[in-house]
């Protein structure tokens, strides 16, 4: 699903990446870990084309990042769901609305992207709240729309930088639940995080950027949430 | 088709939200762009006005001959022939001087009877002459006056098309002064319009880099505010449509015909079916071109 061939990112003389090489399978849910400012965000934007490496390849569902023409960025983005630490949710509508407008955008007439929007508010547990405000939500709640919309494409792989960051334990935990669920449908999972708890709740491979250098480390389940 | 179907839905819908949700930032925009078009429409209802005078006018094809007060019964019986023998002419009728005035005093009865106050009638005889319809061209008219003006007896000729001429100058000076009075408030109404929709885009900037980071096409993302601006031209030429429309009413049911002088005469009429579709189109383009300058060269850049 993704693999990166000695890709560095450099802003004007500081390297925010070096030499990253790695290789994340179909199907794998993969943390994504190290301290803040570490390059867990630039690593993740370059995966969904915000950011273009500066040296190096980065190949993602089969597509070379660097050789993408701005013209076909839209379609490549429509395979992958994002999640970001403050949701970014669009404040002029409404939950249901906010991921209805994904299914919009994909060609769906609005009555079908209504309807699926709603399977998937329920699938995190979000449908009482579809017709709610970004504003008269808390920020789990948020958190679950934004996730929800994430999956309005049905994507191949889902990117999510520190989902769990603004969450109260149990609400990360269920959080943490509800992605697990959707790897198991056959989603690709990468998910940013500078929790040891939650990676240690999973117990996944986690892949550890210190000094702007990925290393990869193996691990096996300790115990899955419920 | 279905896809194109879906992308101009979606864009309205769009822009619709965007218009609703950010009304206050809108309205502004939308009240310089009415008032432009209000100034506009005014001065297409006036042109157009005097424009159905002055075509019924030249469908009358009239031509006054004035004869001096001592003409002699020989002169005015040669005047006559001249007149009744002449191909171009339709019909013709004498006018005495005294019909004459009392023509004046229906038609200026405001004046009161001044007429009374002088010592004799000053106004002379005349002939009301009409041109047959296929003869009535400016040429024919020329020649035919300038004859009966050299007759003995006659102080002079004129016809209806000279002071056709000289309103229809005036109706296109009217004209000119609408287009560019009309013309520089739209343009400061477009130019309010793309600093409304930068402001706009400015301020969303974030919702519009979501947008774009879930899949929306620079298509989508660029097209709704086009239309926004549209929308928010055509808006303004509705509500335009809509304080003219009032102003005609209220001046029709309100003002005394009597009062209005020469405006009296006016068969009054609003805007024509065109003349609204017009008006609707220059607002809608107005606002078009308002959102494109605000996305052109110079426009909004935040990637």
Same mark, same amino acid.
């Given at each position: %699903?993704?693999?990166?061939?000695?890709?560095?990112?450099?802003?004007?003389?500081?390297?925010?990446?070096?030499?990253?090489?790695?290789?994340?399978?179909?199907?794998?849910?993969?943390?994504?870990?190290?301290?803040?400012?570490?390059?867990?965000?630039?690593?993740?934007?370059?995966?969904?084309?915000?950011?273009?490496?500066?040296?190096?390849?980065?190949?993602?569902?089969?597509?070379?990042?660097?050789?993408?023409?701005?013209?076909?960025?839209?379609?490549?983005?429509?395979?992958?769901?994002?999640?970001?630490?403050?949701?970014?949710?669009?404040?002029?509508?409404?939950?249901?609305?906010?991921?209805?407008?994904?299914?919009?955008?994909?060609?769906?007439?609005?009555?079908?992207?209504?309807?699926?929007?709603?399977?998937?508010?329920?699938?995190?547990? %979000?449908?009482?709240?579809?017709?709610?405000?970004?504003?008269?939500?808390?920020?789990?709640?948020?958190?679950?729309?934004?996730?929800?919309?994430?999956?309005?494409?049905?994507?191949?792989?889902?990117?999510?930088?520190?989902?769990?960051?603004?969450?109260?334990?149990?609400?990360?935990?269920?959080?943490?639940?509800?992605?697990?669920?959707?790897?198991?449908?056959?989603?690709?999972?990468?998910?940013?995080?500078?929790?040891?708890? %939650?990676?240690?709740?999973?117990?996944?491979?986690?892949?550890?950027?210190?000094?702007?250098?990925?290393?990869?480390?193996?691990?096996?389940?300790?115990?899955?949430?419920? | $088709?279905?896809?194109?179907?879906?992308?101009?839905?979606?864009?309205?819908?769009?822009?619709?939200?965007?218009?609703?949700?950010?009304?206050?930032?809108?309205?502004?925009?939308?009240?310089?762009?009415?008032?432009?078009?209000?100034?506009?429409?005014?001065?297409?209802?006036?042109?157009?006005?005097?424009?159905?005078?002055?075509?019924?006018?030249?469908?009358?094809?009239?031509?006054?001959?004035?004869?001096?007060?001592?003409?002699?019964?020989?002169?005015?019986?040669?005047?006559?022939?001249?007149?009744?023998?002449?191909?171009?002419?339709?019909?013709?009728?004498?006018?005495?001087?005294?019909?004459?005035?009392?023509?004046?005093?229906?038609?200026?009865?405001?004046?009161?009877?001044?007429?009374?106050?002088?010592?004799?009638?000053?106004?002379?005889?005349?002939?009301?002459?009409?041109?047959?319809?296929? $003869?009535?061209?400016?040429?024919?008219?020329?020649?035919?006056?300038?004859?009966?003006?050299?007759?003995?007896?006659?102080? #002079?000729?004129?016809?209806?098309?000279?002071?056709?001429?000289?309103?229809?100058?005036?109706?296109?000076?009217?004209?000119?002064?609408?287009?560019?009075?009309?013309?520089?408030?739209?343009?400061?109404?477009?130019?309010?319009?793309?600093?409304?929709?930068?402001?706009?885009?400015?301020?969303?900037?974030?919702?519009?880099?979501?947008?774009?980071?879930?899949?929306?096409?620079?298509?989508?993302?660029?097209?709704?505010?086009?239309?926004?601006?549209?929308?928010? #031209?055509?808006?303004?030429?509705?509500?335009?449509?809509?304080?003219?429309?009032?102003?005609?009413?209220? #001046?029709?049911?309100?003002?005394?015909?009597?009062?209005?002088?020469?405006?009296?005469?006016?068969?009054?009429?609003?805007?024509?079916?065109?003349?609204?579709?017009?008006?609707?189109?220059?607002?809608?383009?107005?606002?078009?071109? #308002?959102?494109?300058?605000?996305?052109?060269?110079?426009?909004?850049?935040?990637?």
């Amino acid at each position: %699903m993704i693999r990166a061939f000695h890709v560095t990112k450099r802003y004007g003389s500081i390297t925010a990446l070096r030499d990253v090489n790695v290789q994340i399978r179909p199907g794998e849910f993969v943390f994504l870990t190290g301290a803040s400012g570490a390059g867990k965000t630039t690593f993740l934007r370059m995966l969904y084309r915000a950011e273009l490496p500066t040296s190096g390849q980065l190949i993602v569902d089969g597509r070379n990042i660097a050789s993408l023409r701005s013209r076909e960025v839209p379609g490549f983005r429509r395979r992958i769901g994002l999640v970001f630490q403050d949701a970014r949710l669009i404040d002029d509508r409404s939950s249901l609305e906010n991921i209805a407008f994904v299914g919009r955008v994909l060609g769906l007439a609005r009555g079908e992207s209504r309807r699926r929007g709603m399977e998937l508010l329920k699938l995190t547990g %979000m449908d009482h709240r579809a017709e709610l405000f970004p504003a008269q939500l808390s920020a789990g709640e948020k958190q679950r729309v934004g996730l929800a919309r994430a999956l309005m494409s049905a994507p191949v792989l889902l990117l999510a930088d520190e989902p769990t960051g603004n969450l109260d334990p149990d609400t990360a935990i269920e959080m943490l639940r509800i992605f697990r669920a959707i790897n198991r449908r056959g989603t690709t999972v990468v998910l940013a995080t500078h929790d040891p708890d %939650m990676i240690a709740a999973l117990g996944r491979r986690t892949l550890v950027i210190e000094g702007g250098r990925l290393r990869s480390l193996e691990r096996t389940v300790e115990s899955e949430p419920a | $088709m279905k896809a194109l179907f879906g992308y101009a839905s979606l864009c309205i819908e769009e822009a619709g939200r965007g218009i609703w949700f950010h009304r206050r930032v809108v309205a502004p925009a939308l009240i310089v762009m009415m008032a432009s078009l209000v100034v506009l429409g005014a001065f297409m209802l006036a042109s157009d006005n005097l424009n159905a005078v002055l075509s019924g006018w030249r469908e009358r094809g009239q031509l006054q001959v004035f004869l001096v007060p001592e003409v002699t019964p020989a002169q005015q019986a040669a005047i006559d022939s001249a007149i009744g023998g002449h191909s171009a002419v339709e019909e013709y009728r004498f006018i005495d001087p005294e019909e004459a005035a009392a023509l004046f005093r229906s038609d200026f009865s405001e004046l009161g009877d001044v007429l009374a106050l002088l010592e004799e009638n000053p106004l002379p005889g005349s002939y009301a002459v009409t041109i047959a319809a296929p $003869m009535r061209s400016e040429r024919v008219l020329q020649q035919l006056t300038d004859d009966l003006a050299a007759l003995p007896g006659v102080e #002079g000729a004129q016809y209806d098309l000279e002071i056709i001429g000289r309103l229809e100058l005036g109706v296109r000076a009217l004209r000119l002064v609408g287009v560019l009075l009309g013309g520089t408030v739209l343009l400061a109404a477009m130019i309010t319009t793309a600093n409304v929709i930068r402001v706009m885009v400015f301020a969303r900037r974030r919702e519009i880099e979501t947008m774009r980071l879930v899949g929306a096409s620079e298509a989508v993302v660029v097209g709704r505010f086009l239309v926004e601006g549209g929308l928010q #031209g055509l808006l303004a030429g509705l509500l335009a449509l809509a304080v003219l429309l009032t102003a005609y009413s209220f #001046g029709l049911a309100y003002l005394d015909p009597d009062s209005l002088g020469f405006l009296s005469i006016l068969p009054l009429r609003f805007l024509s079916p065109l003349m609204i579709g017009g008006l609707l189109a220059g607002g809608t383009i107005t606002g078009l071109l #308002g959102s494109w300058f605000a996305f052109g060269p110079g426009g909004v850049r935040f990637d």
